[in-house]
């Protein structure tokens, strides 16, 4: 598994991105992806979960509601949108793919990390 995230920018309150995760092995069809990130000065937060078909997702309670994570397994790409950004949603996002094919909030639960893609999101 190796992962790539992209798609991050300078957003204004209130406006969406989405990130894109992408395996380029093509090896994580069957894992379960999540998306975590890091704040200035704050330690790496759980965002949101995706089993390996889609079927579970679970979210932090700051996203519920306003971000989406979904994956394409034949494009073999996990996607997070992102709606009515706030400025405390800034912060470096990362992609990682689970040890299983279900995971949850826990970081451990993760073996494989892209690079991280920052968004910044003014007020």
């Known amino acids: 598994v190796q992962l790539q995230a992209f798609g991050g920018g300078l957003v204004q309150a209130g406006d969406s991105l989405r990130l894109s995760c992408v395996d380029s092995?093509?090896?994580?069809?069957?894992?379960?992806v999540g998306w975590f990130r890091q704040a200035p000065g704050k330690d790496r937060e759980f965002v949101a979960t995706?089993?390996?078909?889609?079927?579970?997702?679970r979210y932090t309670d700051s996203v519920e509601g306003r971000f989406t994570i979904s994956r394409d397994r034949v494009k073999n790409s996990v996607y997070l949108q992102m709606n009515s950004l706030r400025p405390e949603d800034t912060a470096v996002y990362y992609c990682?793919?689970?040890?299983?094919?279900?995971?949850?909030?826990?970081?451990?639960?993760?073996?494989?990390w892209g690079q991280g893609t920052l968004v910044t999101v003014s007020s």
């Open positions: 990682a793919a689970g040890r299983r094919s279900i995971a949850g909030v826990a970081a451990a639960e993760y073996a494989y």
């Open positions: 995706i089993s390996w078909n889609g079927g579970n997702t």
């Open positions: 092995r093509r090896t994580f069809s069957n894992n379960a």
